[in-house]
């Protein structure tokens, strides 16, 4: 089965701090994105990755940046966190489809 | 751009009750087409798909169909369960977006009861 793994299940951050998410799986999969998952809104997709250090914006990814080091890792990087981040964070990687999600991680910005 | 919509909910059955999620799409061209659950506390999951149009995808006693005519995906299960209480999204990938981006609409809430 493929794993999704995400550093954190819940976070508690200050506004204006520098926030990493990170998300590994261990399935050799191209492709890595990040959702954020709002009430009303449903997922709504930040950034992806096709390959190492490649990244293309998805619908909303104002505030925020990503890094792809490692085929297996993708992080997001809010650089300035603020409170209209507080959300939950899901990652998601897939080699066609589908997508294989992360338990997510619920970020709280105080 | 592409686009999936669906009701939120949440929508309330008794157990064994017939249970329908509507969901219809906008997108170009022929896009492949999901139904994703979200149990309490987890990531979603695939549930079934469909790639073409007159596909029935099917899993666990979920079936939907994909119905060019009338953009939908309707997702449908003659006798739920308590245990199917989770969150239902209707999704699509492709063509116009590429095949790795998918489109998620904003769930629907299930809650059965006993």
């Known amino acids: 089965d493929v794993k999704v793994t995400q550093s954190s299940r819940y976070l508690v951050k200050r506004t204006g701090e520098k926030v990493f998410l990170e998300c590994v799986q261990d399935?050799?999969?191209?492709?890595m994105f990040w959702y954020r998952q709002d009430p009303g809104l449903g997922l709504r997709l930040i950034y992806f990755?096709?390959?190492?250090?490649?990244?293309e914006k998805g619908d909303i990814p104002e505030g925020y940046s990503v890094s792809r080091e490692k085929k297996e890792r993708f992080s997001l990087i809010l650089e300035s966190a603020s409170t209209n981040q507080t959300s939950m964070y899901l990652c998601?990687?897939?080699?066609?489809?589908?997508?294989?999600f992360g338990n997510g991680t619920r970020l709280t910005v105080t | 751009g592409d686009s999936v919509t669906q009701m939120e909910g949440p929508v309330t059955l008794s157990e064994e009750a017939f249970l329908t999620i509507n969901c219809t799409y906008t997108?170009?061209?022929?896009?492949?087409l999901f139904w994703y659950v979200q149990y309490p506390g987890e990531g979603l999951q695939l549930l079934l798909k469909?790639?073409?149009?007159?596909d029935k995808g099917s899993n666990k006693g979920f079936e939907a169909t994909y119905r060019k005519e009338t953009t939908s995906f309707h997702l449908e299960k003659g006798s739920v369960q308590v245990s199917d209480s989770a969150v239902y999204f209707c999704?699509?990938?492709?063509?116009?977006?590429?095949?790795?981006?998918?489109?998620f609409g904003i769930g629907t809430k299930l809650q059965v009861i006993p």
């Open positions: 998601a990687s897939s080699l066609a489809s589908p997508l294989h």
């Open positions: 399935m050799d999969h191209e492709n």
């Open positions: 990755s096709y390959d190492v250090k490649m990244k």
């Open positions: 997108a170009t061209g022929y896009p492949s």
């Open positions: 469909a790639t073409k149009a007159d």
């Open positions: 999704a699509l990938s492709g063509p116009s977006g590429g095949y790795q981006k998918v489109t």
